[in-house]
């Protein structure tokens, strides 16, 4: 008997349907697409006139090779949040001075010197973090002193040409802090952020995935409480333009009858 563990959920298993029905996403990622923006009308990001066909090395034919791919895909903190977070280390929160969340001497001792009172010391520690920020970005998923933010994790990530899509199934954790180092960081937020910088080009939008209209409704008012504290590297304007990526909900019933 397989390990229940193991067993996908409800939102795996309707996506391994979708996606085992139309491979190429046709038409069900625009459907997905509107009837979330239903949900935010007048504020939902604009469908793109083509969505696309699902790239076959991020949609795998097996429901096996879908995981970490299609399911639980990581997808790297913003860089704009982690420079920004480096320029501003007052603005961050120290719950362990000793150890600074790390084991490694070498992460302590930058640490150490970015949150110290020595002007001198935390002038040097953003300079050397911004420099390395700069020449390591594709290395943000490593131990690195600078690294106060880790990979967001995605129930379901949709990737085209042209679009990408996640859906978040919802849970009360979406809008409770997700940062020890900035507390007003919300995971909703931040997995927004991180699509944003993941799409690039493309065309990307936010979905979550509820039980009822009542629950999506109490969902979008907790997102749009704690909008503004996730985003404090970005003025106004960009965060007004960013919360549009939020597309909405879709209830469970709305994607088993996708089409």
Same mark, same amino acid.
């Given at each position: 008997?397989?390990?229940?563990?193991?067993?996908?959920?409800?939102?795996?298993? @309707?996506?391994?349907?979708?996606?085992?029905?139309?491979?190429?996403?046709?038409?069900?990622?625009?459907? @997905? #697409?509107?009837?979330?923006?239903?949900?935010?009308? %007048?504020?939902?990001?604009?469908?793109?006139?083509?969505? %696309?066909? $699902?790239?076959?090395?991020?949609?795998?034919?097996?429901?096996?090779?879908?995981?970490?791919?299609?399911?639980?895909?990581?997808?790297?903190?913003?860089?704009?949040?982690?420079?920004?977070?480096?320029?501003?280390?007052?603005?961050?929160?120290?719950?362990?001075?000793?150890?600074? %969340?790390?084991? +490694?001497?070498?992460?302590?001792?930058?640490?150490?010197?970015?949150?110290?009172?020595?002007? &001198?010391?935390?002038?040097?520690?953003?300079?050397?973090?911004? !420099?390395? @920020?700069?020449?390591? $970005?594709?290395? !943000? %998923?490593?131990?690195?002193? #600078?690294?106060?933010?880790?990979?967001?994790?995605?129930?379901?990530?949709?990737?085209?040409?042209?679009?990408?899509?996640?859906? &978040? !199934?919802? !849970?009360?954790?979406?809008?409770?802090?997700?940062?020890?180092?900035?507390?007003?960081?919300?995971?909703? #937020?931040?997995?927004?952020?991180?699509?944003?910088?993941?799409?690039?080009?493309?065309?990307?939008?936010?979905? $979550?995935?509820?039980?009822?209209?009542?629950?999506?409704?109490?969902?979008?008012?907790?997102?749009?409480? +704690?909008?503004?504290?996730?985003?404090?590297?970005?003025?106004?304007?960009?965060?007004?333009?960013?919360?549009?990526?939020? @597309?909405?909900?879709?209830?469970?019933?709305?994607?088993?009858?996708?089409?």
């Amino acid at each position: 008997m397989p390990d229940a563990a193991a067993q996908p959920s409800p939102l795996q298993t @309707l996506v391994n349907d979708l996606i085992d029905r139309r491979p190429f996403g046709d038409p069900w990622m625009a459907n @997905l #697409w509107q009837a979330a923006a239903r949900t935010r009308p %007048g504020t939902a990001s604009k469908q793109p006139v083509s969505m %696309g066909s $699902l790239l076959a090395e991020d949609a795998p034919p097996t429901h096996e090779e879908r995981q970490g791919k299609v399911f639980d895909r990581a997808l790297a903190p913003s860089s704009a949040f982690l420079r920004w977070l480096l320029e501003h280390p007052e603005e961050m929160t120290v719950d362990d001075p000793d150890t600074f %969340g790390a084991k +490694s001497d070498d992460v302590r001792a930058w640490r150490r010197r970015l949150f110290s009172d020595d002007v &001198e010391q935390v002038s040097a520690a953003k300079s050397e973090g911004l !420099r390395q @920020l700069t020449s390591r $970005l594709a290395q !943000r %998923g490593r131990n690195k002193w #600078w690294l106060f933010e880790g990979f967001a994790r995605v129930d379901a990530c949709f990737v085209s040409e042209t679009a990408v899509l996640v859906i &978040e !199934r919802w !849970r009360d954790s979406l809008t409770t802090s997700s940062s020890r180092w900035y507390p007003e960081r919300v995971q909703l #937020w931040r997995d927004v952020d991180a699509v944003r910088e993941f799409a690039a080009s493309r065309k990307f939008g936010v979905i $979550l995935a509820v039980d009822d209209d009542a629950q999506g409704a109490a969902a979008l008012e907790s997102a749009a409480t +704690s909008m503004s504290g996730s985003f404090p590297h970005l003025v106004y304007e960009e965060q007004e333009k960013l919360e549009r990526h939020l @597309l909405g909900y879709v209830t469970m019933a709305q994607l088993a009858a996708l089409k």
